[in-house]
């Protein structure tokens, strides 16, 4: 018997799309897979390898995930754009792992809605609870030869990351 804490995760819905992949992402594809003809704005959050943080010069990143979870989280994060704002008819999030380069994407983020502000603030609210809630941490490679393991949630509390 399941215990009665355990959170069932929310049904997907069949218009959404959801990933955690090796291979490098595609802003034409995520876009589509955001597009409707419902919709009146498609906001597409992208973010990139950057080459600086905390002024130190970054040569790479490697993203780690706990893919069951972070899918999980990625459907809880639809579930409560929904309930916020309801017209939104397109959810795409899309994280990539392994070792990136200076200007790879790492993640995607789509939201397509008949109205550009809840496609604006949905948008912003993924990236949000994904940085917050997803198990995915990321090693940072610096041009000085040392590196370190950080949680994307503990870097964003301190927005540096």
């Not at 090796?22 to 919709?39: E, G, I, T």
């Not at 989280?73 to 309930?83: D, L």
């Not at 809605?113 to 949000?128: G, K, L, N, Q, V």
Request: aromatic share 8%.
């Amino acid at each position: 018997m399941p215990s009665p804490l355990a959170k069932a995760a929310p049904l997907a819905d069949s218009r959404d799309s959801f990933a955690i992949t090796f291979a490098p992402l595609s802003l034409d594809a995520v876009y589509r897979l955001a597009d409707d003809p419902a919709n009146g704005a498609i906001v597409v959050m992208n973010g990139t390898v950057r080459q600086e943080t905390d002024g130190k010069p970054v040569v790479a990143l490697d993203y780690q995930a706990y893919e069951p979870m972070a899918i999980v989280i990625f459907q809880q994060i639809a579930a409560q754009i929904r309930q916020r704002w309801p017209v939104v008819n397109r959810v795409v999030i899309h994280h990539r792992i392994g070792k990136l380069k200076i200007g790879e994407i790492s993640v995607l983020v789509a939201i397509g809605s008949p109205h550009r502000s809840e496609a604006f603030e949905a948008c912003r609210y993924a990236i949000d609870q994904l940085k917050h809630n997803a198990p995915i941490w990321k090693k940072e490679f610096w041009a000085d030869g040392s590196s370190n393991w950080v949680s994307i949630g503990a870097c964003e509390q301190t927005g540096d990351c």
